[in-house]
């Protein structure tokens, strides 16, 4: 269950210093400019619900396919974090239920016995 654990660590939320890490690289990568306070926390507003590596991803696969002068906007990242999270989601969601199915499985032969 350790395991368990440590993905659902994993799918926790990105912190508002990540997500800004996260800008941080596709701005200076763009040479742009990151949005002011006000414009960051909408961006930290939406992207917060998903996960650093999730976001990550996004960042790398916009900066390979973006070809607009400036930072992304949340839609973009949304675009590409929805689908990629969804399947970690479900993966974890269905690899969770395999292991209580076999938890349970193990204590009725345990009962058996």
Wanted: aromatic content about 14%; proline content about 5%; charged content about 20%.
């Amino acid at each position: 269950m350790a395991m368990i654990d440590v993905f659902a660590q994993t799918m926790s939320k990105a912190t508002h210093k990540g997500i800004a890490l996260t800008l941080e690289r596709v701005a200076s990568t763009f040479q742009v400019k990151v949005p002011d306070e006000f414009g960051l926390h909408t961006y930290f507003d939406i992207l917060e619900v998903y996960p650093q590596f999730v976001l990550d991803y996004a960042a790398h696969s916009l900066l390979c396919s973006y070809s607009y002068p400036r930072l992304p906007l949340p839609k973009d990242f949304i675009e590409v974090c929805n689908p990629y999270y969804e399947v970690h989601k479900k993966w974890l969601i269905k690899t969770i239920n395999h292991f209580h199915t076999l938890n349970k499985y193990k204590l009725s032969k345990v009962e058996q016995k």
